[in-house]
């Protein structure tokens, strides 16, 4: 008897143990929501649910820039602003995915500016597709080669610097040796009175990439096409007989120099340019052709230095000198400029700098045109 009820009530506490167990609530097991892709390089995370790896990135900066402080500048205008302050901020995305012909990848950079306390919509700066070696989309030029060492830049320099629309084919041969042919939108090279756009830029490249530095050969050929008001054939509709074609080359190259310290490089570049002179710089802003088929043609050069003095001081400084020989009834100019700058990063990914440029235009029937500007930058990026 007493056997039994032992028995009765260990059944009895095994059920009651049981029921409490299954009230109790039960932890799930743990998911990888968001795996780290290593494909790429740092700061990839698998998209959930694809095999897509994306990059998310940002850059907050405000500086401000004191405008031209000479007699014919802006402090001698008392409606021109002596300074100008911007705050800016940037969103990057950057999406890969492994496919049997290379990495299929698509690219947007944007931003949105406050200048004076005038705030703007966000402006699309990048936005491309590459799969393979087919580019397509905005981005900077084939062409461009070096575009400055200043940490600001507050002066042109002299050397194109143009962010447009485009399709490309990049053939890499191996060894750092690689070849691009391009069709580039020409609206963004026009300089001067033209017509609708009726064909693209073509823009070759040829460039070398390896330890000791870079160098790139570029070329273009880019299409005259004054406006109806310009063309020198009256009444002129479609292409005239003052249609013509530019076309501009350019070589530079760049050395690294660690003997100086790591992290150290100067670069040297010169352009050419016959009707196409956004190519060679044309910070003067002087007109491609007079409209009866005279073109204007410029050259340009180029140098500038970066030295990384300590662990987080850089130094550096950019020069240019360019030269147009204007179509008849067009102004010739030559323009001189140069910027220097120092920055310093206390925390990586965050800067701080100043920078300081003089420039000075020289204008047929104008004269002396100087500039001497100032500006300071903070810059995070993450």
């Known amino acids: 008897?007493?056997?039994?009820?032992?028995?009765?009530?260990?059944?009895?506490?095994?059920?009651?143990?049981?029921?409490?167990?299954?009230?109790?609530?039960?932890?799930?097991?743990?998911?990888?929501?968001?795996?780290?892709?290593?494909?790429?390089g740092a700061r990839f995370y698998y998209i959930p649910g694809t095999e897509t790896c994306l990059r998310v990135g940002g850059r907050v900066r405000t500086q401000v820039i004191v405008n031209n402080t000479l007699d014919n500048g802006a402090w001698g205008n008392r409606d021109s602003d002596g300074y100008s302050w911007l705050s800016r901020g940037y969103l990057y995305l950057d999406a890969r995915t492994a496919t049997e012909f290379g990495t299929l990848?698509?690219?947007?950079?944007?931003?949105?500016?406050?200048?004076?306390?005038?705030?703007?919509?966000?402006?699309?700066?990048?936005?491309?597709?590459?799969?393979?070696?087919?580019?397509?989309?905005?981005?900077?030029?084939?062409?461009?080669?070096?575009?400055?060492?200043?940490?600001?830049?507050?002066?042109?320099?002299?050397?194109?610097?143009?962010?447009?629309?485009q399709i490309a084919y990049t053939a890499a041969f191996g060894n750092g040796f690689s070849a691009t042919i391009a069709l580039e939108d020409r609206s963004s090279r026009e300089s001067g009175s033209y017509g609708g756009t009726r064909m693209p830029d073509i823009v070759a490249a040829l460039g070398v990439s390896q330890g000791w530095g870079s160098a790139q050969l570029s070329g273009a050929l880019h299409q005259v096409y004054p406006d109806r008001a310009n063309a020198h054939q009256t009444g002129a509709t479609n292409n005239g007989a003052d249609d013509s074609f530019g076309w501009a080359i350019g070589g530079g190259v760049a050395v690294n120099i660690p003997m100086a310290s790591p992290g150290s490089n100067i670069f040297f570049q010169g352009f050419y340019a016959d009707g196409a002179l956004s190519y060679m710089g044309n910070q003067a802003g002087v007109f491609d052709a007079n409209?009866?088929?005279?073109?204007?043609?410029?050259?340009?050069?180029?140098?500038?230095?970066?030295?990384?003095?300590?662990?987080?001081?850089?130094?550096?400084?950019?020069?240019?000198?360019?030269?147009?020989?204007?179509?008849?009834?067009?102004?010739?100019?030559?323009?001189?400029?140069?910027?220097?700058?120092?920055?310093?990063?206390?925390?990586?990914?965050?800067?701080?700098?100043?920078?300081?440029?003089?420039?000075?235009?020289?204008?047929?029937?104008?004269?002396?045109?100087?500039?001497?500007?100032?500006?300071?930058?903070?810059?995070?990026?993450?």
């Open 105 to 165: 990848r698509a690219y947007v950079s944007m931003y949105g500016n406050s200048i004076n306390g005038d705030a703007s919509g966000f402006v699309m700066d990048n936005a491309y597709i590459q799969w393979g070696g087919l580019t397509a989309g905005r981005l900077t030029s084939n062409f461009d080669i070096f575009t400055g060492q200043a940490f600001i830049g507050v002066v042109g320099r002299d050397w194109s610097d143009t962010t447009l629309n």
């Open 291 to 382: 409209g009866s088929g005279d073109n204007s043609t410029g050259w340009s050069l180029s140098a500038g230095a970066f030295i990384q003095a300590t662990s987080t001081i850089g130094l550096a400084l950019d020069g240019s000198y360019s030269d147009i020989d204007a179509a008849s009834g067009i102004n010739d100019v030559t323009r001189w400029a140069i910027d220097g700058s120092v920055q310093w990063e206390p925390v990586s990914g965050f800067l701080l700098g100043a920078d300081v440029g003089y420039a000075n235009e020289d204008i047929d029937t104008v004269g002396d045109q100087d500039e001497l500007l100032f500006g300071v930058r903070l810059q995070r990026t993450f």
């Open 1 to 40: 008897m007493k056997l039994k009820s032992l028995m009765l009530g260990a059944a009895a506490a095994a059920a009651a143990t049981t029921a409490q167990a299954a009230d109790l609530p039960v932890a799930p097991e743990p998911v990888d929501y968001v795996r780290v892709c290593d494909a790429y």
